[in-house]
């Protein structure tokens, strides 16, 4: 079963930066974390789940939702099963849970369990 672990969350002041790290395990040799689009998503109290940023299994193509994007950058380390999220210019309205996903093109997908970014001075 693929697992995947959010790290790098906390608080960080106006204006700082994050990196978070979502680290996967346990992908078969026929669908690996190479094979797996990745992508971050964030949650707020009171507010609905939303996609932040998404790249594609050659990191060729990434997305990013128009709030940060110029601000965080998303990448990916295939032989480390690892995906990455660069935020910089943080302000309070990014405060959330972040979210990583992973997605087959057969449409399975899976979802780590979270981790906290705070933003407040």
């Known amino acids: 079963q693929v697992q995947l672990v959010e790290s790098g969350g906390g608080l960080v002041q106006p204006g700082g930066s994050l990196r978070l790290s979502c680290v996967g395990s346990g992908f078969s040799s026929g669908f690996p974390f190479a094979l797996y689009t990745m992508s971050w998503y964030r949650q707020a109290p009171g507010k609905e789940r939303e996609v932040v940023a998404s790249?594609?299994?050659?990191?060729?193509?990434?997305k990013y939702s128009n709030s940060v994007k110029g601000r965080f950058t998303i990448s990916r380390d295939n032989p480390k099963n690892t995906a990455y999220l660069q935020m910089n210019s943080l302000n309070p309205e990014d405060a959330a849970v972040y979210y990583c996903?992973?997605?087959?093109?057969?449409?399975?997908?899976?979802w780590g369990q979270g981790t906290q970014v705070t933003v407040s001075s």
């Open positions: 996903k992973a997605v087959t093109s057969a449409g399975a997908e899976f």
């Open positions: 790249i594609g299994t050659a990191s060729a193509v990434t």
